[in-house]
Every structure is written in structure tokens, then in C-alpha cells.
């Protein structure tokens, strides 16, 4: 089914959530491996543009994520996990969604505040940020730190997860899958 429904997200909740989760794996990915090239090397530029590529496709798909994600119900999970539990999920939950907004578009005004392109998918965006080079560095110093707060949400969040599927046998994880072994 493509909408969701009580007890198990859709195929557009999925595909949305497995896809944006796939972007920032490879946005992290890509700038934390980045060091393995030394400066000036074209493997050096590939990683970096890698980076670009993978969290400006992050921005790109959150606006029609979240326009889904209003209009649909959040399925239930079963067994019920204890309220706090579910305060805190909720919490990480907006924490991740204002995280894929945040970094992006501090990406995208870094590069432009340096005089830099941005280039999506062989297009070049326009000009959106008109900030000196000063405060792009600024930027950059919480892009980095916000970056990094991010991996750590993801390694936390998709160990919840896993806790839940392991360890308390309930379906938060298949609700999002389907049926795991
Ligand atoms: C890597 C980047 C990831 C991001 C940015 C991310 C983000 C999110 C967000 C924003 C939600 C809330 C969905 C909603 O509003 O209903 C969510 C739900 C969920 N995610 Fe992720 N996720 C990531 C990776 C993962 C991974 C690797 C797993 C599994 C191992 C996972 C498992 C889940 C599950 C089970 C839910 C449903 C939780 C619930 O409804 O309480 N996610 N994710
Ligand atoms: C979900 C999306 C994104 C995540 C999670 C993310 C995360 C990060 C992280 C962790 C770093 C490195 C921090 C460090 O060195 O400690 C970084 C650096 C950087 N990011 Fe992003 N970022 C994202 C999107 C973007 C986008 C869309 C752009 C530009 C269009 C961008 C531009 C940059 C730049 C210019 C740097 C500094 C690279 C350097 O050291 O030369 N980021 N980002």
C-alpha cells in the first residue's frame, strides 16, 4: 500500500525514509573518508563533490517527506512502548528532520558565501545566501559541529531501533521493512 496504515508504514514512507537515510550515510561517509586523499587530488574533489551531491539530494527530498508525513497517520507500534520512550523517539525524530533541513542549506550558503557554485545534479543553483567569506567561515564551524552531532543521533537512532527489533520484540523496525527473519 502507498499510504500507511495503523500498524505499518507505506511504500512512500519507506521509500522516502530508506532513501534519505542511504543520502546521509553517504554524505557522512564521504566527508569523513575524505582525509584518506591527500590535498589537491582528484580523489581529494571527488569526495568532497560526493558530499555536495548527497546532502543537497537530502534537502531535495525532505519538503515532499514531510508534506507526506503530515498527511498521513504514524502507524502504531506492538506491543505499546512506555510514554517517556515514545516522548524521546518523537524528540529525535524532529531532531533528525530539522538536522536534514539545517546542514544542507548551511552547506549551500558555505560554498556560496566562498563564491563557490553549488551544483545539483549538473545544475547550478542560484544564489540564495549573500554572506562574506568571514561568516561562511563562521558557518562552516557549526555546519561541522552540527554534522557531528548528526552521526552520533544516527548511530543512536538506528540502535534504538535494533534494541527494539532485538531485544524487545516489538514491530517498531518491521513497520518500516516489512518482515525481517
Ligand atoms: C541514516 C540516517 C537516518 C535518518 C536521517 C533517519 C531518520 C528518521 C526519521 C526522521 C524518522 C521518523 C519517521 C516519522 O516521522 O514517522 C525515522 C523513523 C524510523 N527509523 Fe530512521 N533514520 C535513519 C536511519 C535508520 C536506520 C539505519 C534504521 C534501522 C536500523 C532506522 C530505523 C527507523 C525506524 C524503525 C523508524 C520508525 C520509528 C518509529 O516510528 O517510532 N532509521 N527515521
Ligand atoms: C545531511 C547533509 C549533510 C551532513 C550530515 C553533513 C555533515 C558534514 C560533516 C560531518 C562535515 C565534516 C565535519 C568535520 O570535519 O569534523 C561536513 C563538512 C562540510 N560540509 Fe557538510 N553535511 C551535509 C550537507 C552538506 C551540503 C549540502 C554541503 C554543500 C552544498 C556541505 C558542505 C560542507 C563543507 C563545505 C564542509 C567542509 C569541508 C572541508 O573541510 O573542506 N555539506 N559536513
New binding site residues.
Partial sequence: MLKNSQHSYGRLARAFHWLSAL??IA??AF??FKGIAPKGTPLRDFM?SG??Q???I??LLLLPRLLWRLGNRVPDISPAPHRHAMLLAHAAHWALYA??AA??LL??A??QGNGKD?VLLGMTLPVIFHIDPASARDL?EL??TL??V??WLVILHAGAAIWHHRFVKDDTLTRLTGPLR
Wanted: zero cysteines; glycine letters at 10%; charged letters at 15%.
Fill in positions: 543520502a546521509v554524505a557522512l566527508i569523513e568532497k558530499h555536495f548527497a546532502g543537497l537530502v534537502l538536522l536534514m546542514l544542507p552547506g549551500i558555505i560554498l553549488v562552516k555546519h561541522e554534522g557531528n548528526m552521526l
